[in-house]
């Protein structure tokens, strides 16, 4: 197809040069098997043990609507949710995710990008969503003092895979490596913050288990350090 002109693979991508089709699937087909080990029908990532983070170019991300915000120190407090989505086992099915997860904060919250610094996938890997040191709009109260991480799926009634649960771990301490998070941060659930059901009770059950969950945070008693910011603000973060 030399003669061809713009191109359109799905809905994103154009491409406005020649495209040359070759019969790869055999390729392809060992490739996939490589990158990846099956267990029990779940798609484990090879690398075991290594953090694995798919940055915003590669799952397509639109750019921020504004300019980004920068939280004036590291995160105290690291708040984990739930997108009470689909949850996906592949790559492929949790960058469509992460998509609308983006697509619904911008023009439905008319937030100014997706509103988590993180998302953590099924499939074992991380998705960037603002990134480190980004103030988010995850969590009311806790925005400009903490960093949202939220799995893709709901998990009232089950928790994400072992490996999904390792990737957070993995994150947050390569966080406090770098500075971004506090190396005394507390560590709490979504519906500690707010009323919700965010993270679903069985993820909420399994990070009471981890270092630095904060029991003392609740709903009832936020933090001191808590923003006091009206609720018609937060759409502006």
């Not at 170019?57 to 984990?80: N, T």
């Given at each position: 197809?030399?003669?061809?002109?713009?191109?359109?693979?799905?809905?994103?991508?154009?491409?406005?040069?020649?495209?040359?089709?070759?019969?790869?699937?055999?390729?392809?087909?060992?490739?996939?098997?490589?990158?990846?080990?099956?267990?029990?029908?779940?798609?484990?990532?090879?690398?075991?043990?290594?953090?694995?983070?798919?940055?915003?170019?590669?799952?397509?991300?639109?750019?921020?609507?504004?300019?980004?915000?920068?939280?004036?120190?590291?995160?105290?407090?690291?708040?984990?949710?739930?997108?009470?989505?689909?949850?996906?086992?592949?790559?492929?099915?949790?960058?469509?995710?992460?998509?609308?997860?983006?697509?619904?904060?911008?023009?439905?919250?008319?937030?100014?990008?997706?509103?988590?610094?993180?998302?953590?996938?099924?499939?074992?890997n991380v998705y960037e969503g603002r990134g480190w040191g980004v103030v988010g709009a995850h969590t009311f109260g806790y925005n400009t003092i903490g960093m949202g991480i939220s799995?893709?799926?709901?998990?009232?009634?089950?928790?994400?895979?072992?490996?999904?649960?390792?990737?957070?771990?993995?994150?947050?301490?390569?966080?406090?490596?770098?500075?971004?998070?506090?190396?005394?941060?507390?560590?709490?659930?979504?519906?500690?913050?707010?009323?919700?059901?965010?993270?679903?009770?069985?993820?909420?059950?399994?990070?009471?288990?981890?270092?630095?969950?904060?029991?003392?945070?609740?709903?009832?008693?936020?933090?001191?350090?808590?923003?006091?910011?009206?609720?018609?603000?937060?759409?502006?973060?």
């Amino acid at each position: 197809m030399k003669k061809c002109k713009k191109v359109h693979l799905g809905n994103v991508t154009k491409i406005y040069g020649p495209v040359h089709v070759t019969q790869t699937m055999s390729s392809v087909t060992t490739q996939s098997v490589t990158n990846q080990i099956f267990l029990e029908g779940m798609a484990v990532p090879v690398r075991a043990g290594k953090l694995s983070i798919i940055d915003r170019r590669s799952w397509l991300a639109q750019p921020p609507v504004e300019e980004k915000q920068y939280l004036a120190a590291p995160a105290k407090f690291v708040i984990i949710s739930h997108t009470a989505t689909e949850d996906g086992t592949t790559q492929a099915e949790n960058v469509y995710l992460v998509r609308l997860v983006q697509t619904f904060h911008i023009e439905s919250r008319k937030w100014s990008d997706i509103g988590y610094n993180f998302l953590i996938g099924c499939d074992g890997n991380v998705y960037e969503g603002r990134g480190w040191g980004v103030v988010g709009a995850h969590t009311f109260g806790y925005n400009t003092i903490g960093m949202g991480i939220s799995f893709v799926g709901c998990f009232m009634n089950k928790t994400p895979p072992q490996f999904a649960l390792d990737q957070a771990k993995l994150l947050i301490q390569h966080g406090v490596e770098i500075g971004a998070i506090a190396k005394d941060y507390s560590l709490i659930g979504h519906c500690q913050c707010t009323g919700t059901e965010s993270p679903g009770r069985s993820l909420f059950e399994e990070i009471k288990k981890w270092d630095h969950w904060d029991e003392m945070i609740t709903t009832e008693k936020p933090s001191a350090l808590s923003s006091k910011v009206p609720p018609s603000n937060l759409n502006k973060q």
